[in-house]
């Protein structure tokens, strides 16, 4: 059963448009989420990260936001940009490391 | 910052040969990890070390697969026999591993393309 799940496999959004990727976990003792975006041929690249201290994390285009009674994370990039087209990972962690993983959301900006 | 470093990039190698991949962690993290990504089965988790001690192998398909981190700067993942069903992306990632779950963020590296033929 999974964990955390990423019920998009694609996302296509205009360039200069919000692109808003979403996340679902099932376990409300997750305490900490991070989004990963990956190329083809590289490894993930970390984006950004939320406490569940926090509802909000901002960083230039990209901001989390994180609400725990529903258990949903989402990251919207703002404007989105020909470059943000990678495929994008929300993951938590476990207490003992692991890293628990969405299928992914391919993201595909327009121009 | 090198970030994680790991090489070869690419192999290609034939079945039953051994086959080693090496990780250099970033400089000061306590944590290292190993994960394989295949389409079939996604990113995976194959053992973890924390201050160069195995902590978590339950990853580890096989007794084909063998890791070891004799210091802090450097790790290996080892196959063999290798087999063409090994054929990934293996990626190497640390972290600073204070020991609590938030805010360890892990860093990859760029990733050893393995092809078993």
């Known amino acids: 059963d999974q964990q955390v799940k990423q019920n998009s496999p694609s996302l296509s959004v205009q360039e200069g448009r919000i692109s808003i990727l979403n996340c679902d976990y099932t376990n409300s003792m997750f305490d900490y989420f991070l989004w990963y975006k990956k190329y083809p041929a590289e490894g993930p690249t970390f984006l950004i990260s939320i406490s569940s201290i926090k509802d909000k994390n901002e960083d230039g285009r990209f901001t989390v936001f994180l609400n725990k009674s529903a258990k949903h994370l989402s990251l919207h990039i703002v404007p989105s940009q020909p470059g943000d087209s990678a495929v994008y990972f929300c993951a938590t962690m476990d207490s003992n490391y692991q890293l628990i993983w969405g299928a992914g959301t391919k993201l595909i900006i327009k121009p | 910052d090198a970030g994680v470093i790991q090489s070869p990039r690419h192999e290609v190698t034939e079945m039953g040969q051994e086959v080693t991949l090496r990780c250099k962690p970033i400089?000061?993290?306590?944590?290292l990890f190993w994960y394989r990504q295949t389409m079939m089965r996604g990113l995976e988790l194959l053992i973890y070390f924390n201050n160069n001690v195995p902590i978590d192998d339950s990853g580890m398909p096989e007794d084909r697969f063998s890791a070891k981190m004799p210091n802090a700067s450097f790790s290996t993942l080892k196959i063999q026999p290798s087999e063409p069903r090994d054929s990934a992306v293996y990626f190497c990632?640390?972290?600073?591993?204070?020991?609590?779950?938030?805010?360890?963020?892990?860093?990859f590296g760029e990733g050893s393309w393995l092809t078993v033929v």
């Open positions: 400089s000061g993290h306590n944590s």
């Open positions: 990632a640390s972290s600073p591993g204070t020991g609590g779950v938030s805010g360890n963020t892990i860093y």
